[in-house]
T-cell receptor, first 114, second 113 residues
Framework: AQSVAQPEDQVNVAEGNPLTVKCTYS??????LFWYVQYPNRGLQFLLK??????LVKGSYGFEAEFNKSQTSFHLKKPSALVSDSALYFC????????????FGTGTKLQVIP | DTEVTQTPKHLVMGMTNKKSLKCEQH?????MYWYKQKAKKPPELMFV???????INESVPSRFSPECPNSSLLNLHLHALQPEDSALYLC????????????FGPGTRLTVL
């Protein structure tokens, strides 16, 4: 079985400050991890993914994420938040054992305050 | 073309109506997905098609009937829906394989009266 947890329903950060959105996962095999962003009344947009290799993954719009195997975490980060980053962020996981289903976390609403 | 399109954008239907949702992609993806999303909740997987064959049905009620006529098109046929089926229905596509990200359409906002 695979699962993913986003412990914070909402994260507030001031514009220009660094931001972190937390994600932890559980899989039986090797994890394939993804971050998606959703703006109101829109579909999800892919930000970045971890498959293998470097633990620090860089993605779209200046976002990056750090894979930590020992802590089973994949936190999303950005050095300097923009008001336009305000949206709903979903972490997702796929078990690398041939299972097609993607499991999404419950989502974290990011509010960047001007 | 990196876009997934969905029609219609909005749909209002009665409980006795029959309607269909349509999804299209031209990225050469051979995996396509239907999700249901309630407000402020994560997407819930409904169906997965791989190489135009249904590979996952997440125990979805039979009033939802998916169809994949070819590698670019995905339909969701709706019949005798309930008010609790009102939601945003998202289509997505990807390359086949666990390492591949999904591309989502903008969704169809469905209201069942």
């Amino acid at each position: 079985a695979q699962s993913v947890a986003q412990p914070e329903d909402q994260v507030n950060v001031a514009e220009g400050n660094p931001l972190t959105v937390k994600c932890t996962y559980s899989v039986s095999g090797n994890p394939y991890l993804f971050w998606y962003v959703q703006y109101p009344n829109r579909g999800l947009q892919f930000l970045l993914k971890y498959i293998t290799g470097d633990n620090l993954v860089k993605g779209s719009y200046g976002f990056e994420a750090e894979f930590n195997k020992s802590q089973t975490s994949f936190h999303l980060k950005k050095p300097s938040a923009l008001v336009s980053d305000s949206a709903l962020y979903f972490c997702a996981v796929r078990d690398g054992g041939g299972y097609q289903k993607v499991t999404f976390g419950t989502g974290t609403k990011l509010q960047v305050i001007p | 073309d990196t876009e997934v399109t969905q029609t219609p954008k909005h749909l209002v239907m009665g409980m006795t109506n029959k309607k269909s949702l349509k999804c299209e992609q031209h990225m050469g993806h051979r995996a396509m997905y239907w999700y249901k999303q309630k407000a402020k909740k994560p997407p819930e997987l409904m169906f997965v098609y791989s190489y135009e064959k249904l590979s996952i049905n997440e125990s979805v009620p039979s009033r939802f009937s998916p169809e994949c006529p070819n590698s670019s098109l995905l339909n969701l046929h709706l019949h005798a829906l309930q008010p609790e089926d009102s939601a945003l229905y998202l289509c997505a596509s990807s390359q086949v394989g666990e390492a591949n990200e999904q591309f989502f359409g903008p969704g169809t906002r469905l209201t069942v009266l």
